[in-house]
């Protein structure tokens, strides 16, 4: 039986660089592979939206409301990918 943990840290400069975006005026948006739950945390770790905000996962967990209705009252949207596949083109906005 074994443990293995991996730790792959954000670069110290990453917070700063999202920031100047942010001031800007670009809307910063993370792409990974990870997890929600880890992704929710990298891009509150790099600032991508404030420690307060809520996610549309964590309003649905806490109200028990679908992701969907949760969305709106959302603060920040974490998607996993399977729900990527899933959209129509009606709902990715083509023609």
């Given at each position: 039986m074994g443990l293995i943990s991996l730790v792959d840290p954000p670069r110290d400069s990453v917070p700063d660089a999202i920031e100047k975006c942010k001031t800007a005026g670009i809307k910063v948006i993370m792409v990974?592979?990870?997890q929600p739950i880890t992704a929710t945390a990298i891009a509150r770790k790099v600032k991508i939206f404030d420690d307060g905000a809520k996610?549309?996962?964590e309003i649905a967990e806490e109200q028990g409301i679908p992701f969907e209705d949760a969305v709106a009252?959302?603060?920040a949207i974490v998607i996993h990918?399977?729900?990527l596949t899933?959209?129509?083109q009606a709902e990715e906005g083509l023609p």
């Open positions: 990974t592979g990870d996610t549309a996962n009252k959302s603060d990918g399977d729900i899933k959209l129509t």
